[in-house]
């Protein structure tokens, strides 16, 4: 039996974590005509990935709208606010990490090359979908890997390209949350190109904090599904925080970007954020 690599992210978070929040679905036709609809619009939309992966002007804005209409049909309702989203190339995007709805989330505001853990690649028709994204896959086992993808994602951001990452290094139930790990930061350091913070939340119809899109622990990809096309509505709040300076240390871009992630105004305060 081999010992876990301390330096591996591991999330503390479960699958119990995931029932915290449950609300109730409603009666059992409603939501067997909720699941029905919701889960044949996803089909047909997913059949429709392969015109993502055409070039033509205005590709990002067909993203985005795509993106969206996958959030509806997973039930999910998305809204945006904070600062304006700056029409910059070579943008490093940073998120805390909840799910694979993240992906959408963000598509949906800021579309870009993904760094996702390299079994998403294996997933059915999210991974035909990643593949044609030209996701970035990270095997976060495999430590020795982790500079390669660190200058592959420096050459993207240096060719003009968005890319988005995760620097928990795993999901989290979105009620706790991980340290953000400054290696994914020296792609933007070595490229001197900023970073873009954005703070993601899920709620409930209701407004009340909700962990039902959580993809945490032993959970499986259809039974995040089922969750989340079972539920009433799921809330996505994605707020736009102040564009970052790279600087020449990583760790206190990760802080600085860290801080403006979990909304610590004062910490906000003492960082370097980017003013037009």
């Known amino acids: 039996m081999t010992a876990e690599n301390p ?10 974590c995931v029932a915290a929040t449950e609300a109730p679905t409603g009666q059992r036709i409603v939501v067997a005509w909720r699941v029905a609809i919701r889960a044949t619009f996803a089909v047909v939309l997913l059949s429709a990935v392969p015109l993502l992966a055409i070039p033509m002007p205005g590709r990002s804005h067909l993203q985005r709208s795509y993106c969206r209409l996958m959030l509806r049909c997973l039930g999910v309702r998305i809204t945006v606010s904070g600062g304006p989203i700056r029409n910059l190339q070579g943008v490093l995007v940073v998120a805390g990490h909840v799910s694979w709805v993240d992906i959408f989330a963000i598509g949906s505001v800021l579309p ?3 760094v996702a853990k390299a079994e998403m690649i294996n997933w059915p028709g999210l991974g035909f979908l990643a593949r044609l994204m ?9 430590l020795r890997r982790l500079p390669d993808v660190v200058s592959t994602i420096a050459v993207r951001l240096r060719a003009g390209q968005t890319v988005v990452a995760f620097p928990e290094g795993t999901t989290w139930c979105g009620l706790a949350y991980g340290q953000f790990r400054p290696a994914m930061f020296q792609a933007a ?3 001197g190109r900023p970073v873009q913070p954005l703070r993601l939340s899920y709620h409930r119809r209701d407004g009340a904090a909700s962990t039902i899109a959580a993809y945490v622990g032993d959970d499986t990809l259809p039974a995040s599904i089922r969750r989340l096309i079972t539920a009433q509505r799921t809330v ?10 790279p600087g020449a240390d990583r760790r206190d871009l990760a802080a600085r970007c860290e801080s403006a992630v979990r909304g610590d105004v004062t910490a ?7 003013v037009a």
């Open 7 to 16: 330096w591996v992210p591991r999330a503390t978070c479960n699958v119990s």
């Open 112 to 114: 870009g090359r993904f």
């Open 134 to 142: 030209k996701v970035i896959p990270i095997d976060r086992d495999n």
């Open 189 to 191: 350091v070595d490229a």
């Open 236 to 245: 996505v709040r994605v707020q736009v925080e102040s564009l970052q300076l």
């Open 268 to 274: 906000r305060a003492q960082g370097h954020a980017l």
